[in-house]
């Protein structure tokens, strides 16, 4: 880096300790070194060392240089939240049921407002079902059965479902959920756009 290269990027009151701790969160945040950042922007060790210490304050170019590494823009390096990061692992109690009756649908990340999709766990009691009406909605959806039998209605297909088997279909197709067992059926599926 050059001593020209040195002037502050053009942000509302951000120093070089801000951009430094800054290149350093994201940076962790996808796991690397500060010799794998450096290498995938194509610059120095050390450079990313005296940015993240705040010992540099690079300019612009510089700074979109090594972000172009990652890839980021200037906007999301300088405007992304890191304390506000959503929760990442879930424990069963923090997965609300979110089924109405006797089918438990436990939904992961239930607190993420920007889901792009749903992941349920379900539990289908003995004889029960999604109801009369065969069920179609904008999307796909899929998933597993980890115990129990499942007989899965997918237009005019029927077949029963058992532990490791699957199923995986566009949604607006009709189709209808039952356990025809004689104890719980549980399913892990997931589906997109979320539907709960």
């Known amino acids: ?71 980021m823009s200037l906007a999301d390096f300088f405007t992304f939240e890191f304390d506000s990061q959503p929760q990442v692992f879930f424990r069963a109690s923090e997965m609300p049921n979110v089924g109405p009756g006797p089918i438990e649908y436990r939904l992961l990340g239930a607190g993420n407002s920007h889901r792009t999709m749903s992941i349920l766990y379900e539990v289908y009691p003995p004889g029960e079902d999604t109801g009369p009406e065969l069920l179609s909605h904008d999307g796909e959806e899929g998933g597993i059965v980890v115990s129990g039998q499942l007989e899965v209605t997918v237009g005019r297909e029927i077949t029963i479902l058992g532990p490791g088997d699957g199923y995986y279909f566009r949604s607006r197709r009709p189709h209808r959920f039952r356990n025809i067992g004689d104890c719980d059926c549980v399913l892990v599926s997931a589906n997109n756009p979320p539907s709960v």
Do not use: C, F, Y
């Not at 502050?8 to 796991?31: C, E, F, I, N, Y």
């Not at 950042?37 to 005296?50: P, Q």
């Open 1 to 71: 880096m050059t001593e020209k290269d040195e002037t502050p990027p053009p942000t509302t009151g951000t120093t070089g300790d801000d951009v430094g701790a800054r290149l350093k969160s994201v940076r962790q945040m996808h796991g690397w070194s500060q010799r794998e950042m450096a290498k995938r922007a194509g610059v120095t060790n050390a450079t990313i060392s005296l940015i993240e210490q705040g010992r540099v304050s690079p300019s612009v170019g510089s700074l979109k240089k090594v972000l172009n590494g990652i890839p």
